[in-house]
């Protein structure tokens, strides 16, 4: 009897990534078990719009701190969608560009609370819900945020707990600015490639 092949599930993990940090990679390892997911596509933003009152590190540095951090895990993966399409950075684009990359896969954009508790703020929100299910990962600092659940399609939503690291990229910048360690909140091969680039010191 011929074997029923599975849908190929995929995780797509948007982010500005700058600097990448173990709270991303412990998220999408997290959300890859619970979903049993094939592949998590880590997707660095190309111009993060709602960031545009903040300097962002040029797309080919973070593009490539995303590759090390994640080299070393044979479901991780990253694309260059969002950095390759010119102009602002959404969403629906990216996964218009991966639902055509991947046309029988099921797809899973994962974001922490945070991002969640903005997503009615995103462009053609609606479309993008038909697009992919949505996980929002639990993150320290956003506990008392109040998502909007009657406006939001909760039949397309998944909470998920992860471990907690309150470690943001923020943090992680102003800590490298300061000339404190960055050590153990990104994986070694980031600090390091921080440092070679001179990334984050106001230079
Ligand atoms: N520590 C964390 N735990 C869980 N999710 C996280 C964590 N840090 C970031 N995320 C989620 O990862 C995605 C990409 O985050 P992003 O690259 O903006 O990192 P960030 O640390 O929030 O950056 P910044 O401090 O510069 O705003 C977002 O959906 C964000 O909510
Ligand atoms: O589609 C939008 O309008 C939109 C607005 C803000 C953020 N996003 C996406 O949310 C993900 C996390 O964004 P950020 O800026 O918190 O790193 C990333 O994939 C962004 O492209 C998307």
Known sequence: MASVER????????GTFDPIHHGHLVAASEVQSY?????VIFVPTGQPWQKSDRKVSPAEDRYLMTVIATASNPRFSV?????????????????RDLS????????????????LAQIL?????????KLAQFVGCTRPGTEGLELPLDQL???????????????????????????????????????????????????
């Open 121 to 129: 703020t995103w462009r053609d929100v609606d479309e993008t819900f």
């Open 153 to 203: 399609p909760m039949d397309r939503i998944t909470l998920l707990e992860v471990p907690a690291l309150a470690i943001s990229s923020t943090e992680c910048r102003a800590r490298v600015a300061k000339g404190n360690p960055t050590w153990y909140l990104v994986p070694d091969g980031i600090v390091q490639y921080i440092a070679k680039r001179e990334l984050y010191t106001n230079r």
């Open 100 to 115: 055509r990359l991947y046309p029988d896969a099921e797809l899973f954009f994962i974001t922490g609370a945070d991002a």
């Open 79 to 95: 694309s260059r969608v969002d950095i390759d399409r010119p102009g602002p950075t959404y969403t629906i684009d990216t996964l």
């Open 7 to 14: 849908v190929r599930r995929i995780g797509v993990m948007g």
């Open 35 to 39: 979903f049993d997911l094939d592949e």
